[in-house]
């Protein structure tokens, strides 16, 4: 075979095999019907926006991993996450919406960065986000991690565990430590303690302008581990006067409340006061979302609270909490780690296989009759002999053939083979479709 | 309010508002739904290729109305169609895929064009395709109006009827017009007939270097009307000798014989010899869709057949079948016309309202019950006098409104409030989630 052109995409910009565009949809379908259920409201905004306005927060930093061009007149760019064009549709249409408005959005947004495994140019992120007016409810935090917890527990993929921290109790930590020096290099110390351990902490901490006091505090903060009630007990004796940090420490207490009137397994959560992250942006609640099993792919799903969602767009105040799923970057480690296990499949149940040109019409009938019961079916429109359309059948994953041929045309009776067993059974005409629909139901 | 940036979208490139977006969806949603059926599989390749691969095949004409740019090296493009991805796409996996190809992809593609109504810079493709090596048979081409006649059937916005034709008879009919020249003034003037009738079209002929008998012929052949079988025996009166001709006769009878056994109602398809559209393109049936009521609109659904899809990158002869809808346009023209309405709606089909901060348990338990029967539903975070929270619900379209007070906590019988009629209703909390869901199903 010959190529004229070179048909690759361009590197990071991922496209799948029809059986792996199966799997994908199927995570990406699971995810949407649990952003609904909790009563999210789809939403899409344009792929493309004005450069200026996706810019206007971040500015300087994110251009450099945009795509941006110049067409017709606009300065444009393709959106870099979902949030800011949020942040922007909501300033556009505040006038339209209701509050606390609740939406979710699944599509493609766009990096200029060099791709690497599990990190493309081109990726869908599945978001969900709650807006208010002037004040969020805390309870609002303590949805996102069951919404969370249902997608994981119904995708599958083995033991996850959701951390929850708040923003707040560093904060209010380090504004008792001194300068603002002091405190940027205390929090990069704490950020380190998975890489670098406590005793790693503890000499950044030490070599800062700090009080032996506040070094130990610190370090006991960063340090408190345990069972959700535990770890508040503890930050409670803390004793740490900031009002700040007590406010922190009210709303994981709220939020772990919940999360037990609505039974999420003990297991599926903890309060980990080791997640730093999010400096700049989040400024409450924090979450990330790992596999237990492989600690190598980092979390799966992140977010928290912010205090003003829109600020540089309109004179409004506008605080939110949402979660982002990088589901590309999820399905191809997955993938590469073998725990998404691609085979030959397809959505189609049923290959209907009229045996002679002239059963065709018969073949149709069967399968028209099996797409009524909402089973996606395929009628074999080639003139081959049956071993070429078992292949074609086998080698799409197709899971039943029916024959039609003269002598069941007579009789009334269809042969269903199974194409995995290898069985055949006899079915009679009107009981062809529940029977497939009952196999594919089990 | 104060707006500190233009925060509209770039002109043409549409958004929409969360009730509108929940009705596009399910326009989507529907057209997926029956592609898959008929056993379509989904696929997905970028928003963005290298921009000499795009242009291959159209080159210069194509280059003017595509978003192209420069970045890490890469010469970029927004896709402007999905059949050009899947040539490129097909070419690419050729030895992973397995023929016949039956694949469907839903998308955003970019032209650069003026924007105008129903026109847009960034708009949606819902696509289908057949490909086949070497040959595909006709009875691919007659399963194509079954899509789309399930499609309109579902979407349900009034009289639909699916136009069909064969670029051969026009191609086979010219072929004993005379000179290159007068093929294509003939071809152009045939393509009018909508626009300047038939006096026109024969003027127009006239001009033309062509026998007398010649303009008769081309002239009757446009003329041609009546019921497929009609038309189809007219077609064979006219005894054009060209064997290209020949075959279109012979391929329009195939599928119109499968659409009657396939049941697809007589006034929902027609022939229509006055599609002389896609020249270039396609070289056998062609399929155009119009709304009765709505001839405005122009063709809501088009495609055909053409015979080679890949030759630009790959030494293989791969014959196609494909129609696509263009989703955007579609919508939005519907939405113009007030064929689609959109009011106050939302998925969520419950709010749970607990009157105090104290029911909030509880009612979280009985929302917890009602999304496990697949309801969407939301529990009211808020704590707001109960006027506000049922503006909220009304507001947003919440059909049910269920009351969590201490009275109803402690009699077990919840009420809820029909939000359109205004009635409110005792049940019981085991009843309520089987009581909601037999609402929502009604």
Not at 77 to 83: E, G, N, S
Request: glycine share 8%; aromatic share 10%; hydrophobic share 35%.
């Amino acid at each position: 075979m010959s190529k004229k052109l070179n048909t690759e995409t361009i590197s990071g910009f991922p496209e799948w095999l029809p059986e792996e565009q199966i799997v994908f949809n199927e995570m990406l379908d699971t995810i949407r019907r649990v952003y609904e259920l909790y009563g999210f409201e789809p939403l899409e905004t344009p792929v493309i926006e004005r450069a200026n306005v996706l810019l206007a927060k971040t500015g300087g930093e994110t251009e450099k991993e945009i795509f941006r061009f110049e067409k017709s007149g606009y300065d444009m760019a393709t959106r870099f996450d979902l949030t800011v064009p949020l942040a922007r549709y909501v300033s556009e249409h505040y006038d339209d919406l209701t509050f606390p408005f609740r939406r979710y959005q699944i599509g493609k947004v766009y990096r200029g960065e060099k791709p690497q495994r599990g990190r493309f140019r081109e990726f869908y992120q599945c978001d969900i986000d709650i807006i208010d007016e002037n004040g969020l409810a805390i309870e609002n935090d303590a949805e996102i991690p069951c919404v969370i917890y249902d997608i994981f527990n119904q995708l599958d993929f083995g033991k996850f565990i959701i951390r929850i921290s708040n923003r707040k109790l560093v904060s209010g930590l380090m504004s008792s430590v001194g300068d603002e020096q002091a405190t940027t290099e205390a929090m990069r110390a704490l950020d380190k303690i998975e890489k670098i351990g406590k005793d790693g902490v503890r000499e950044r901490l030490e070599e800062l302008d700090l009080s032996q006091g506040m070094v130990q505090k610190l370090l006991d903060f960063v340090s408190i581990d345990g069972k959700p009630q535990e770890v508040i007990a503890k930050l409670k004796e803390l004793e740490v006067k900031d009002s700040e940090f007590q406010e922190g420490v009210s709303e994981l207490g709220q939020i772990v409340k919940w999360l037990q009137v609505r039974d999420i397994p003990k297991e599926a959560y903890k309060i980990d006061l080791s997640i730093v992250r999010g400096l700049d942006y989040y400024t409450g609640t924090v979450y990330e979302t790992n596999l237990v099993e492989y600690p190598d792919i980092g979390s799966i799903c992140s977010g928290g609270r912010y205090d003003n969602l829109a600020s540089q767009y309109i004179d409004r105040n506008l605080p939110g909490v949402g979660i982002s799923i990088g589901l590309t970057r999820l399905f191809s480690l997955l993938k590469d780690e073998g725990i998404i296990e691609v085979g030959a499949s397809t959505l189609t149940k049923a290959l209907v296989l009229p045996v002679d040109p002239d059963n065709r019409e018969v073949a149709l009938k069967i399968s028209d009759s099996i797409q009524d019961q909402g089973i996606p079916v395929e009628v074999y429109n080639k003139d081959e002999d049956l071993r070429s359309a078992l292949e074609y059948g086998n080698k799409k994953g197709i899971p039943y053939v029916i024959f039609v041929g003269d002598d069941e045309i007579e009789s009334g009776e269809f042969t269903v083979k199974d194409m995995k067993t290898g069985d055949q059974t006899s079915i009679p005409r009107d009981n062809l479709p529940t029977y497939i629909k009952e196999k594919v139901d089990e």
